[in-house]
């Protein structure tokens, strides 16, 4: 049995250093509408989830 994690929810910079890229990549993804946002107040912030499904679904690799 696979065990669950609880989701978390990124800034850019952290959901940027989770994938080694330059956290306004992550901000343009969010402008174009590749990657979800959750708005909290004036703070947007992506689900750890949804980013790892977008890694899949770009690189056909699962996460573990």
């Known amino acids: 049995m696979k065990s669950q994690t609880p989701d978390r929810?990124?800034?850019a910079e952290a959901?940027?250093?989770?994938?080694g890229i330059r956290?306004?990549?992550?901000?343009?993804?969010?402008r174009i509408g590749k990657l979800?946002?959750?708005?909290?107040?004036?703070?947007?912030?992506?689900?750890?989830?949804e980013l790892l499904a977008l890694l899949?679904?770009?690189t056909g690799v699962e996460a573990r």
């Open 15 to 19: 959901a940027a250093e989770l994938l």
């Open 36 to 49: 979800p946002r959750t708005k909290i107040g004036r703070l947007t912030r992506v689900w750890e989830s």
């Open 56 to 58: 899949a679904r770009e």
């Open 9 to 11: 929810l990124l800034d």
């Open 23 to 30: 956290p306004g990549t992550i901000r343009d993804w969010w």
